[in-house]
């Protein structure tokens, strides 16, 4: 079994390119590193395991959940594990926690058969990262995608002068929120497998951190844009939690300015802002480019026998 350090060099060399030079290596690798402890832990902790076979009650026996080690083939070895969709059993998949290598095509068929391991779970699905473009896996269904640069690279784009930010005081506004949210779901039916209202209580942790902030448009509330700092891909970012438009404001395109006018609030430059969209979110994913923050690479599902 490699050392988490070990797994967090394989990680980093996974990584887009362009991403090298945004977060100091050797901070980035401890971020990586802190990360994959618990990968590690989860492949060797029975007393956690027992835990997890008991909350989500899906069949199998305690050590069915472990992490696995595996050796794919001959110059591939991925830790693999047995997650669930929402921590719904009846969507269980085999997630590729990291491989020595970045995946290619060729390996698929391999990290196929090596993930018979969870055969007990009746996975449909697998899902793997590669920081390789979209049009590299046309044929797959794609999962989140990560939208980053640094912070003040992002600060110069224009900005409607009716549009602006003030920090958000307290969650009154949560209801009309979720209300927005609702009324792009209605219009979009495959929205709330993309996008999802953070709830109040993760409302209220941005709050306290100083990082969300009310959207006002032309005078009138208009969304939320906030962020969390924590490590994402072991870069040292301020993670994007919310990044919404009320109905009203929809369609004026306004969508690309809320990524800027976040990235003039944060108070580290040198800081990424980054964050997640799911890959069928076109919208959401030409927005965030126009403003500047780049796809560095994102997960995708692949077929299991």
């Not at 992490?67 to 830790?79: F, I, P």
């Not at 792009?184 to 209220?204: C, G, I, K, M, W």
């Not at 690309?256 to 959401?284: E, K, M, W, Y």
């Amino acid at each position: 079994m490699p050392t988490a350090a070990e797994l967090a060099a394989f990680t980093l060399a996974a990584q887009h390119p362009a991403t090298h030079d945004w977060t100091d290596p050797a901070t980035r690798l401890r971020n990586l590193t802190d990360e994959h402890e618990f990968d590690l832990q989860l492949a060797t902790d029975l007393d956690l395991a027992a835990q997890r076979a008991d909350f989500l009650n899906a069949g199998p026996a305690a050590p069915a959940y472990l992490n696995r080690w595996m050796m794919v083939s001959a110059d591939l070895h991925a830790m693999l594990s047995i997650r669930f969709l929402g921590l719904d059993v009846t969507k269980p998949f085999v997630d590729v926690s990291v491989t020595s290598r970045p995946v290619t095509r060729a390996d698929l068929p391999a990290l196929s058969d090596a993930a018979r391991v969870y055969a007990a779970f009746h996975p449909p699905r697998l899902r793997f990262w590669s920081a390789a473009p979209m049009t590299d896996w046309p044929d797959l269904d794609p999962d989140r995608r990560v939208l980053a640069a640094p912070v003040g690279d992002l600060r110069g784009y224009p900005v409607p002068d009716d549009l602006t930010l003030t920090p958000t005081r307290d969650t009154s506004r949560h209801a009309d929120a979720q209300a927005a949210y609702d009324a792009v779901d209605a219009a979009h039916p495959h929205h709330p497998h993309e996008a999802r209202l953070l709830s109040a209580e993760d409302l209220q942790e941005c709050i306290d951190a100083g990082t969300m902030f009310d959207v006002h448009w032309r005078g009138e509330w208009a969304g939320y844009a906030g962020t969390l700092a924590h490590p994402q891909v072991g870069l040292d970012a301020q993670v994007v939690q919310e990044l919404l438009l009320a109905p009203h404001a929809r369609g004026h395109g306004l969508g690309a300015a809320l990524s800027t006018l976040l990235a003039r609030h944060l108070p580290d430059p040198a800081q990424v802002l980054s964050g997640t969209i799911h890959g069928r979110n076109r919208g959401a994913l030409n927005a965030a480019a126009r403003a500047g923050r780049r796809d560095v690479g994102g997960w995708w599902w692949a077929p299991l026998p």
